[in-house]
C-alpha cells in the first residue's frame, strides 16, 4: 500500500545532541512537509519542500533543518535540541495538483 | 493571519448518539479537509471537500462545505467507542498547498 512512513516513531536524545528524523513515502509526491504537533495542539508547519524547493517558515527556528535528498525521502535535523523541541514531529505528502495532505504516523521526540 | 474557529472544543457522549462538529473562518476557503487523530498517530485523512456546496460521505460520517465557503461541518451517527480522537478540520484558502488547522475537537465516547 502508498503510504508515509515515518522512523524512528519515538526518539530520546539529550539536551543539545543534534537528532535527524526521516521520513519516506511511497506515494510519489511532489510536495513534502514537515509539522511539529504540541501536547492538544494542531500541527503547526516548520517548512516544506515543492519539488527541491525548500520553503522555510517565517517563525521556524534556525535550529531546525531539512534536506530532501530525492521524491521519496526528507529528513528534519534539529541541530541542537532543547526541552521546549520536545514534541510530535509529523511529516505529510501532497500531491502537486491536489490540496489533500496525508500524513505519516509521526515521531514522537523525548529531550532529556 | 487566517484562522479556523472549530467547535465544540470537547464532547463526551454516550455510544450510539450522533455528533455534530464545525469550524468557521471570516475568510473564504478553496478546499475543506477533515482529519483524525488518535494518540500517538498522525492525522488520517477522513473527508475532503473542495467545491462549495459539496456534501460527502465515508460510512458514518458526512461534512458539508458551506455555500458561503467559509465553514464546514463534520457529522458522526451512531457514534461507537473507536470514534474515540481528536478531529481537526483543515482549510487551503491561498492556493499555496497550506493548510490553516482549526484547534481540534476532542470526541470521548462512553460504552
Known amino acids: 500500500d502508498a503510504m508515509v512512513i515515518q522512523n524512528p516513531r519515538y526518539q530520546v536524545t539529550q539536551f543539545g545532541k543534534p537528532v535527524t528524523l526521516s521520513c519516506s513515502q511511497t506515494?510519489?509526491?511532489?510536495?513534502m512537509y514537515w509539522y511539529q504537533q504540541k501536547s492538544s495542539q494542531a500541527p503547526k508547519l516548520l517548512f516544506h519542500?515543492?519539488?527541491?524547493?525548500?520553503?522555510n517558515e517565517a517563525d521556524t527556528p534556525d535550529n531546525f533543518q531539512s534536506r530532501r535528498p530525492n521524491t521519496s525521502f526528507c529528513f528534519l535535523d534539529i541541530r541542537s535540541p532543547g526541552l521546549g523541541d520536545a514534541a510530535m514531529y509529523l511529516c505529510?505528502?501532497?500531491?502537486?495538483?491536489?490540496?489533500?495532505?496525508?500524513f505519516g504516523p509521526g515521531t514522537r521526540l523525548l529531550v532529556l | 493571519g487566517q484562522q479556523l474557529n472549530q467547535s465544540p472544543q470537547s464532547m463526551f457522549i454516550q455510544e450510539g448518539e450522533d455528533v455534530s462538529m464545525n469550524c468557521t473562518s471570516s475568510s473564504i476557503f478553496n478546499t475543506w479537509l477533515w482529519y483524525k487523530q488518535e494518540p500517538g498517530e498522525g492525522p488520517v485523512l477522513l473527508i475532503a471537500?473542495?467545491?462549495?456546496?459539496e456534501l460527502t460521505s465515508n460510512g458514518r460520517l458526512t461534512a458539508q462545505f458551506g455555500i458561503t465557503r467559509k465553514d464546514s461541518f463534520l457529522n458522526i451517527s451512531a457514534s461507537i467507542p473507536s470514534d474515540v480522537g481528536i478531529y481537526f478540520c483543515a482549510g487551503d484558502s491561498s492556493n499555496t498547498g497550506k493548510l490553516i488547522f482549526g484547534q481540534g475537537t476532542t470526541l470521548q465516547v462512553k460504552p
Open positions: 471537500l473542495y467545491k462549495a456546496g
Open positions: 519542500y515543492y519539488d527541491k524547493d525548500f520553503n
Open positions: 505529510a505528502t501532497r500531491e502537486k495538483q491536489r490540496k489533500t495532505q496525508y
Open positions: 506515494l510519489n509526491h511532489n510536495v
